[in-house]
């Protein structure tokens, strides 16, 4: 059964950030909506990781960023997932999966003392997004797949009302691509949730996505993935040819 979030949408209304002299996006208007992925695309340095940080608030922009509710109205405080392209740590650290999670949900010192209730919970959620065998692991031993799932699995403890992936399957093998779409795709069905996801895989976006944004300091185009792919803003990115191979 399809668990539907208070939330619509998220509405960017002209956002605009600038960093010293330089202005980084400009002119970005566009809605996020519940139910839908989300796909931002674009050439390096295009504004795609600002664009996102704007939307968690991690940086000042002028513009209006609203979350709306499905009368409308404007709410606040609404829950945020968030996958980062790479998870810095210490590979040599001892540091577990399950002390992770468990560190977010305890003031005492993980290596100390966890609570059974936490640790059978966070069990259940690494299993529900194919984590499962993997709490014990260190975070250091994980492949890049095992360990992207394990970020997932992080942001969706509490579900959010929006999720946001910045690049999730950078260094993933083929296989693991496949499979962390398909999880994504299946989450904005099971949830209704808002899906945003910064990306370079051209042909998994245009198989799973519903809408792309195609930045280039500014939106370029935005439409489904086949408006999108067909317009001369994108082969000049990508190349003349590379649209119609990839729908």
């Known amino acids: 059964m399809k668990n539907e979030c208070g939330l619509r949408c998220v509405r960017l209304d002209n956002v605009g950030v600038i960093k010293g002299s330089k202005q980084l996006i400009q ?14 695309i674009g050439a390096n340095g295009a504004g795609k990781t600002t664009l996102l940080r704007a939307v968690l608030g991690d ?24 996958v980062p392209q790479k998870l810095n740590f210490d590979l040599s650290s001892p540091i577990t999966v399950i002390d992770l999670f468990c560190s977010l ?28 065998g993997l709490e014990n692991r260190r975070l250091g031993e994980l492949s890049g797949g095992e360990l992207q799932r394990v ?13 946001i992936l910045d690049e999730p399957v950078s260094g993933v093998d ?17 949830y209704h949730m808002a899906i945003v996801l910064v990306s370079h895989d051209l042909p998994l976006v245009a198989k799973y996505a519903d809408s792309v944004v ?10 489904t993935p086949a408006e999108v792919y067909n317009t001369e803003a994108f082969r000049q990115t990508f190349g003349s040819s590379f649209g119609g191979e990839l729908l």
């Open 151 to 163: 970020m997932l699995a992080l942001a969706l403890n509490p579900i959010p009302d929006l999720l």
């Open 27 to 40: 002119d970005v208007s566009l809605e996020l909506r519940c139910g839908k992925i989300t796909a931002i």
């Open 105 to 132: 949900k305890s003031k005492s010192p993980v290596f100390i003392f966890k609570k059974k209730q936490n640790v059978q919970v966070i069990k259940e959620k690494l299993a529900a997004n194919g984590c499962s």
């Open 174 to 190: 083929a296989k693991g691509l496949g499979t962390f779409y398909k999880t994504v795709s299946e989450l904005r069905k099971r």
């Open 214 to 223: 195609l930045m280039g300091g500014k939106p370029l185009a935005i439409g």
């Open 59 to 82: 940086i000042k922009y002028t513009g209006e960023i609203d979350f709306t509710d499905h009368n409308s109205n404007t709410v606040s405080g609404i829950k945020i997932g968030y």
